[in-house]
């Protein structure tokens, strides 16, 4: 909900190695739990509205355990998905708001 986000396109080598099938997020870092023990969400909406995002979330906890650090570098995660073939980069995405439910 922090960092940009990526739009991407099968390849025919995804196809053949992955059955089409590539990342779908970055994927987490550390557990809900973990996250909660770290951040708090007061402050990830705070520190969110620095950077311009608007957050709303249906819980402070929510949104700590959604906090941004909680998850891998989607950059990297990216990067290695289109350096291994299975995608390729189409357009990145900078986030305004962000809904979490």
Known sequence: MGTSSYI??????GMELSFGSCCHGAG???SRKQATQRWHGKDV???LAQKG???KGASLRGVAEEA???YKDVT???NATENAGL???VARLE?????KG
């Not at 986030?95 to 809904?99: A, F, K, M, S, T």
């Open 8 to 13: 991407l396109a099968g390849t025919r080598t």
């Open 87 to 89: 995608a390729k980069k």
């Open 95 to 99: 986030p305004l708001i962000c809904v």
């Open 45 to 47: 909406v705070m520190h």
């Open 68 to 70: 941004p650090g909680a």
């Open 28 to 30: 987490r870092a550390m």
């Open 76 to 78: 990297a995660v990216v």
């Open 53 to 55: 995002i608007v957050i």
